[in-house]
């Protein structure tokens, strides 16, 4: 059976300068539509692309001393390479000045031209560079009413559209179709402009050369707005291919930034009115990401870039981040300390903390293999309301999926990350493992867990595509997660005995300072190509792997405060589990059970003892160090030890008594 078609499109992203923040978060958002319509069983098609004539790009060019064309290569590419990095689904890329991109616009004009919507006149008045329009009442001053920029004042012979003759039909579009335009402020913002009157827009320029040339009339190019919004056509084969432009337009939903409005709802409906071709189903326009309550500029100097996130902290952890903390439709403030909070808050200590405990205790206390439930959970309440949960979460996921509610999702979904850790802690396997007769009721609990992990990590996917696919697969899922049905998940679906794969941090912690220094000097670069900070091409969270920097040790007799000694914090723990690292003589990796949690720990005890000699013992533990990587393998903790003998071997610190593990050394 054939599936449904979805198509979405970004703006058609105008290529004056480099890519930022802002154009990402558009992008982000398609791209999880686009994931969770997959899931749904949609044949998705993503369109993006850029918008490469018109006056600013001359004037950018020029003050770049390079050829127009040569200009938009290199931004276009830019777009390009930063879309690849951060693993996004594009489908289709469209640059306007590409030669199937002129054919369409022609066919698209000449459409309305033949219909009789397009005439000859000329324009006298102000005009805004930035917005590429005509303004028709300038602010006092001469400013845009849009931007808030100067505006100029020219006299040029043009070609007009015959925008008036539709303000009556694109009323009752917007009466018709209530969600044509969303949200709902936009709507009404659009139609107060065009019961105030519509007048006749200009669609050529003869005052630049820059552009897509009008048919027939060479010393005209063609409006700039005219050419971009075509672009969502030629994506789908207007003009060249017949068979996928009947498949795929009208499209379902063009996704664009506020101060694009009305040139999306207004402009381009009449021009497809005009040539009589079907119009998209719906736009939205979202709101700004503001910095210090101001927008996003490059005139302001206060632009932000996605790659320094991506690369410090992970692609999964940008897309939470600004899907999370941006109400979609809304204005949004960005801020690195929210973003590191929420990364150390919701990634690393909520979901990949919940991912490691879970699969390291299966591994631990079952061989790695899923423990079966109890039959028909007779006598598991717990894992029967979790399971009550996990299908609560999944029907509240979509219904704000749908809806295009993407943190109200997330807050969903982190309910139920939130309830599976305080469902392990009332539950406590840590302790049932002790005792052999609760042997089913530990199988039991674990089970539950693992079931809602599945749940948690195919519900998250349309936003964190890479943790989610690693947690799937290291729960022994054979498929691939992006080709499962997000509205069909069933509870039990992953089976008993399954083999699991290793634990390892999906989102390793990060000291909030040095990532925010990491960042920041990654920003600088981008800026300043060429300054004294360093970017790093990684896009692992490499802030959270690299050693801490090196701190001149005190003095042998230097005193501390006892404040400064309460700031570590120590319990004992339990050895678990202890093997070699490949590579690594003198290092081991331990799992330790600390009372509420394993951690996965690296030492320095290969020199002292063998891994089986290890498993059992009582130790210290210093559980409040931020994670590092050793060896590639992280370390959450460390244990304390003796330095014994010239050669230093460590001699670890242990207990004459019995004590238990998690209590807590003073």
């Known amino acids: 059976m054939d599936k449904p078609k979805y198509y979405l499109t970004t703006p058609i992203y105008y290529v004056n300068a480099r890519p930022h923040l802002g154009h990402t978060y ?55 390479q930063l879309w690849k990095e951060l693993d996004l689904s594009i489908d289709r890329f469209v640059r306007t000045t590409e030669p ?60 007009y559209f015959k925008l008036s003759e539709f303000q ?12 044509f335009i969303q949200p709902e402020t936009r709507r009404n913002e659009v139609m107060a402009f065009v019961r105030g009157g519509l007048r006749d827009l200009s669609v050529s320029r003869t005052s630049i050369k820059w552009g897509i040339p009008w048919p027939g009339d060479e010393k005209h190019v063609i409006y700039v707005w005219y050419d971009a919004l075509t672009t969502y056509m030629t994506g789908v084969g207007y003009g060249d291919d017949e068979l996928q432009w009947e498949k795929y337009w009208p499209a379902d939903l063009h996704l664009i930034g506020k101060e694009i409005l009305r040139f999306h709802a207004v402009y381009w409906p009449a021009f497809l009115m005009a040539a009589e071709e079907p119009l998209p189903k719906r736009i939205y326009a979202h709101g700004w990401w503001l910095f210090a309550d101001e927008k996003m500029s490059k005139s302001r100097g206060n632009m932000q870039y996605p790659q320094p996130i991506a690369r410090a902290l992970g692609i999964d952890a940008l897309r939470y981040f600004v899907l999370r903390e941006m109400v979609f439709g809304q204005d949004g403030n960005f801020s690195r300390d929210s973003l590191l909070t929420r990364y150390n808050a919701d990634l690393a200590n909520g979901l990949g903390n919940l991912a490691s405990r879970i699969i390291a205790m299966i591994h631990q ?81 674990l089970n ?109 007799d230097a005193k501390i405060a006892i404040e400064d000694f309460a700031k570590v914090q120590m319990r004992v723990g339990v050895v678990k589990t202890a093997e070699r690292i490949q590579g690594a003589d003198k290092i081991l990796k331990l799992t330790v059970d600390i009372g509420d949690e394993v951690r996965q720990i690296v030492a320095g005890l290969a020199v002292s003892y063998q891994p089986e000699e290890l498993v059992g013992k009582k130790v210290v533990v210093v559980v409040n160090l931020a994670p590092r990587k050793l060896r590639g393998v992280e370390s959450n903790g460390m244990i304390v030890a003796a330095s014994v003998g010239p050669e230093g071997k460590p001699v670890l610190c242990t207990f004459a008594e019995d004590v238990p593990a998690g209590a807590k050394l003073k």
């Open 100 to 159: 199937r991109q002129e054919r369409a616009v022609h066919r698209l004009l000449l459409q309305a031209k033949d219909n009789g919507y397009i005439y000859k006149g000329f324009y006298e008045g102000q005009y805004c560079v930035f917005d590429e329009m005509y303004v028709d009442e300038p602010l006092p001053g001469g400013l845009c009413p849009e931007c808030k920029r100067p505006t100029e004042r020219i006299r040029e012979e043009n070609y």
């Open 168 to 179: 009556d039909r694109l009323l009752e579009l917007y009466e018709s179709q209530p969600d």
């Open 365 to 445: 206390y079952f061989a790695g293999q899923i423990p079966p439930p109890l039959a028909d959970n007779a006598g598991a309440p717990r894992s029967v309301a979790l399971a009550k949960k996990s299908a609560d979460v999944q029907e509240e996921a979509i219904a704000h999926y749908e809806a295009l509610q993407f943190s109200l999702a997330l807050e969903s979904i982190w309910s139920l990350v939130a309830a599976t850790d305080q469902f392990l802690t009332e539950s406590r396997p840590w302790v049932l493992a002790k005792d052999e007769s609760k042997t089913q009721e530990l199988s039991d609990i």
């Open 26 to 80: 558009t992008t982000i958002v398609a791209d999880t539509i686009a994931r969770y319509k997959r899931m749904r069983g949609y044949d998705v098609v993503l369109l993006t692309g850029t918008d490469e004539h018109g006056q600013k790009i001359e004037r950018a060019a020029k003050a770049a001393g390079v050829k127009e064309e040569e200009f938009v290569d290199r931004i276009a590419e830019e777009y390009r």
């Open 448 to 556: 539950a867990a693992a079931q809602t992990l599945r749940h948690i990590a195919a519900l998250a996917f349309p936003v964190v595509p890479h943790a989610s696919e690693k947690i799937w697969l290291a729960l022994g899922n054979k498929s691939k997660l992006e080709f499962e049905q997000i509205d069909t998940l069933a509870w039990g679906a992953l089976p008993s005995g399954s083999h699991i794969g290793e634990p390892e941090a999906i989102f390793p912690r990060v000291d909030k300072k040095e990532a925010s220094e990491r960042i920041e000097a990654m920003e600088e670069e981008i800026r300043n190509p060429g300054s004294a900070a360093a970017s790093s091409p990684a896009s692992a969270p490499a802030a959270a792997a690299a050693p801490a920097a090196a701190v001149p040790a005190p003095a042998a």
